[in-house]
């Protein structure tokens, strides 16, 4: 029996990725999945149809919802084609992210807006819907954010990146501490280097890969799938007792790698 089984999950940005990944690892988990995308019909199929392959003949669901999260309209509209199809949701996951690299002096407002957008707003306006929802009926639910790294570690010519993580900690603990009592669990991971689209830049280049690479203690970028097995243990009752947490499953790199060797000591 799957972790998740009967379950019901929202995931945003499920077409690619990290996204993609969990999607698949809570249908085999046994958990009915909405896959959101926003621009690519295509590659939310394509996410549809691996889940189902994933769930190997047991009982489960899958529907593909479209939404910008970044829009009021096409959120509240998401979430009620979901709660139409599915009845009710029990985990919401917000996943969808994207990144514009840009020295910082000359980011422009309309960037700037558009990362805080989708990163930031669009996990406050999913997350509010789905805690009308859970409070609406018996059993609690289930958030969790997809951050990063960079909630802590600051990266230059991605302001707005970094910035909409560092956000994404606060909204993750005060939504935690709001909603405990009602049975309400608000987590987050924190990825490091993951082989994803988003990362196409590095992935596919070698010489990029190495020195990213280079920079991670366990000298690897992550899979999809292993994040999405974090995923999954934070929506599950195994977790039933960790609330406000952000784990970081980053290889490493919040260790602070530069000092694995002492050179700060004189030794």
Avoid at 14 to 22: L, P, V
Avoid at 130 to 153: C, D, M, Q, T, Y
Avoid at 179 to 198: F, H, K, M, S
Wanted: proline letters at 5%; charged letters at 20%.
């Amino acid at each position: 029996m799957g972790r998740l089984e009967g379950k019901y999950a929202l995931i945003t940005g499920a077409s690619t990725g990290i996204g993609r990944a969990i999607a698949v690892r809570f249908a085999a988990e046994g958990a009915n999945v909405a896959i959101n995308y926003c621009h690519s019909p295509d590659e939310a199929e394509q996410t549809r149809a691996m889940s189902q392959s994933a769930r190997k003949g047991a009982p489960g669901r899958e529907i593909v919802v479209r939404a910008d999260v970044s829009s009021e309209d096409d959120v509240r509209r998401m979430f009620a084609d979901t709660l139409a199809a599915f009845g009710r949701i029990d985990i919401l996951v917000n996943n969808a992210g994207i990144q514009k690299p840009t020295p910082s002096h000359e980011l422009s407002a309309e960037d700037f807006d558009l990362v805080l957008g989708v990163n930031l707003r669009g996990p406050f306006l999913c997350s509010r819907e789905a805690l009308k929802h859970f409070l609406s009926r018996p059993g609690g639910g289930v958030i969790l954010n997809n951050s990063s790294v960079h909630e802590i570690i600051p990266k230059p010519k991605y302001l707005s990146y970094s910035v909409s993580k560092g956000g994404m900690h606060n909204l993750t603990s005060t939504l935690a501490l709001e909603y405990a009592g009602q049975g309400i669990r608000v987590n987050a991971v924190g990825p490091g280097a993951v082989i994803t689209p988003i990362n196409k830049a590095w992935v596919d280049d070698p010489k990029a890969r190495a020195i990213v690479e280079s920079h991670i203690p366990m000298d690897r970028a992550a899979e999809p799938e292993e994040m999405a097995a974090v995923f999954a243990f934070l929506a599950s009752d195994e977790a039933a007792y960790i609330t406000g947490q952000t784990l970081f499953a980053c290889g490493g790199l919040t260790l602070c790698p530069e000092f694995r060797t002492a050179w700060a000591s004189g030794e």
